[in-house]
T-cell receptor, first 114, second 112 residues
Framework: SAVISQKPSRDICQRGTSLTIQCQVD?????MFWYRQQPGQSLTLIAT?????????ESGFVIDKFPISRPNLTFSTLTVSNMSPEDSSIYLC???????????FGSGTQLSVL | QKEVEQNSGPLSVPEGAIASLNCTYS??????FFWYRQYSGKSPELIMS????GDKEDGRFTAQLNKASQYVSLLIRDSQPSDSATYLC????????????FGSGTRLSIRP
């Protein structure tokens, strides 16, 4: 499976600021996804990061709040903009790889907004 | 709206017994199904994938898929305390808008 490096691993941010999370994969992958996991909850898909085109966002998530870049087949960033305490969550980068496009996860970014 | 449903638990099973975890999904177009295990504070890790009707066995784990009933299950034989975790069911759709949707997870506790 791919090795997925995600950083930062955790951060504490002030309300109104923005944080960019980076995801680096050790091999080229077609599909990359960004998920959010709020405390005690399951994973919610934020968007699919498409190489060379705009990301595809799920209902309830918008580009102005969660801009995503995917400049090549091994790298993506997710920015959480104009943060509020409700954005406190774990953000997970994931890639689909292998037969049946199995999903593998980075180690996550624990975000706390004060 | 595509959905994946799981019983949140907690499910408590004695050590050495069989743990049975269940999952239903809403869309008949779903193509692939996965079971993930997530320990507290860790990322989900893939333990089983299944794509066609029937059973698939891997060590102590057996995944079962019934597409007519839109039902997926995971059996864990000879349950160990290290199996205590949250188990997430996921369903995938591969089309112009490929996505993988997760259920809410079932918390499993293996009691010694």
């Amino acid at each position: 499976s791919a090795v997925i490096s995600q950083k930062p691993s955790r951060d504490i941010c002030q309300r109104g600021t923005s944080l960019t999370i980076q995801c680096q994969v050790d091999s080229q992958v077609t599909m990359m996804f960004w998920y959010r996991q709020q405390p005690g909850q399951s994973l919610t898909l934020i968007a699919t990061a498409n190489q060379g085109s705009e990301a595809t966002y799920e209902s309830g998530f918008v580009i102005d709040k969660f801009p995503i870049s995917r400049p090549n087949l091994t790298f993506s960033t997710l920015t959480v903009s104009n943060m509020s305490p409700e954005d406190s969550s774990i953000y997970l980068c994931s890639v689909a790889q292998g037969a049946g496009e199995k999903l593998f996860f980075g180690s996550g970014t624990q975000l706390s907004v004060l | 709206q595509k959905e994946v449903e799981q019983n949140s638990g907690p499910l408590s099973v004695p050590e050495g017994a069989i743990a049975s975890l269940n999952c239903t999904y809403s869309d008949r177009v779903s193509q692939s199904f996965f079971w993930y295990r997530q320990y507290s504070g860790k990322s989900p890790e893939l333990i089983m994938s299944i794509y066609s009707n029937g059973d698939k066995e891997d060590g102590r784990f057996t995944a079962q898929l019934n597409k007519a009933s839109q039902y997926v299950s995971l059996l864990i034989r000879d349950s160990q305390p290290s199996d205590s975790a949250t188990y997430l069911c996921a369903a995938a759709w591969y089309s112009s808008a490929s996505k993988i949707i997760f259920g809410s997870g079932t918390r499993l506790s293996i009691r010694p």
